[in-house]
């Protein structure tokens, strides 16, 4: 089947450590989307990228960072510098190309918690 | 810019009782316009969304949304209520000749159905 795979489902980072949030579509899409979640604010666009070795920042980019080495993959790194960084992580991912107009499919999510 | 405002941030209603979930926009020129759900722990899931043509829009699980450009509006209704409707809703907009510019999410509104 296809689909957006997100990995770990939940995750507990150190004060200081720097962590990796794994997100892999095979749905072919073009662009892919990380977004956080906390509680009563909605989603909030961290970093996306509409093709391979490029990706644009969102509204709250410091402290994260990511990469689009391949199409199916576009993994997000939680850097020593967001100093809030315990929230639900959600990844995306859409064609741009084609006969319809299209909304998102999202991966599971990642629970992240600074212990 | 683009913004959705969901004025509610919870909705109660009786099991087969109407429900509406409000949701309003801001964007330049014609909207594309869509409604996510989320369960817990899980990620959005599409429910429907508006692009052109009929302003009511008819998507998953019985779900409805009626576009109104004057009153720049899209709120989200079902004609009778099931506790299993119980979830988190979110409202996105984008506008149509934005080029792939990323969908803005509203801070979502959660719907309880009380049996």
């Given at each position: 089947d296809g689909g957006i795979t997100q990995s770990p489902k939940y995750l507990f980072r150190k004060e200081g450590q720097n962590v990796t949030l794994s997100c892999e579509q095979n749905?072919?899409?073009d662009a892919m989307y990380w977004y956080r979640q906390d509680p009563g604010q909605g989603l909030r666009l961290i970093y996306y990228s509409q093709i391979v070795n490029d990706f644009q920042k969102g509204d709250i980019a410091e402290g994260y960072s990511v990469s689009r080495?391949?199409?199916?993959s576009f993994p997000l790194t939680v850097t020593?510098?967001?100093?809030?960084?315990t929230a639900f992580y959600l990844c995306a991912s859409t064609p741009l190309t084609g006969p319809g107009h299209y909304g998102y499919t999202f991966g599971s999510g990642t629970r992240l918690t600074v212990v | 810019a683009q913004s959705v405002a969901q004025p509610e941030d919870q909705v109660n209603v009786a099991e087969g009782n109407p429900l509406t979930v409000k949701c309003t926009y801001s964007v330049s020129g014609n909207p594309y316009l869509f409604w996510y759900v989320q369960y817990p722990n899980r990620g959005l899931q599409f429910l429907l969304k508006y692009i052109t043509g009929d302003n009511l829009v008819k998507g998953s699980y019985g779900f409805e949304a009626e576009f109104n450009k004057s009153q720049t509006s899209f709120h989200l209704k079902k004609p009778s209520a099931l506790v299993s409707d119980s979830a988190l809703y979110f409202c996105a907009v984008r506008a149509?000749?934005?080029?792939n510019t990323p969908l803005v999410f509203g801070k979502g509104t959660r719907l309880s159905v009380i049996a």
């Open positions: 749905l072919n899409h080495e391949k199409k199916e020593s510098a967001q100093k809030n960084p | 149509l000749n934005s080029g």
